[in-house]
């Protein structure tokens, strides 16, 4: 027999990080900045992002490729 848990997930979803690194570049899109200049307004969810959507500095790596940011990654 299997329970179903409700109350907790049994895997992180990446798609709730709250920033998404490319691995070519180090572009990080930031979901509470979104991106502008790539017509994503500021708190626009990675999961509304388009698959076919790509890094807009090295044009190289596209949505999957993406890295999920999760911890404190940020400074520097
Ligand atoms: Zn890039």
């Not at 179903?4 to 798609?15: F, G, I, L, S, V």
């Not at 572009?27 to 500021?42: I, M």
Request: hydrophobic share 35%; glycine share 12%; aromatic share 8%.
């Amino acid at each position: 027999m299997a329970e179903r848990a409700t109350d907790a997930p049994a895997e992180p979803d990446a798609d709730a990080a709250p920033a998404h690194r490319c691995p070519e570049c180090g572009y990080v899109y930031e979901t509470a900045a979104g991106d502008p200049r790539e017509g994503f307004a500021p708190g626009t969810p990675w999961a509304a992002i388009p698959d076919g959507w790509t890094c807009p500095d090295c044009g190289v790596e596209d949505k999957r490729s993406f890295v999920p940011v999760v911890g404190a990654a940020a400074g520097g």
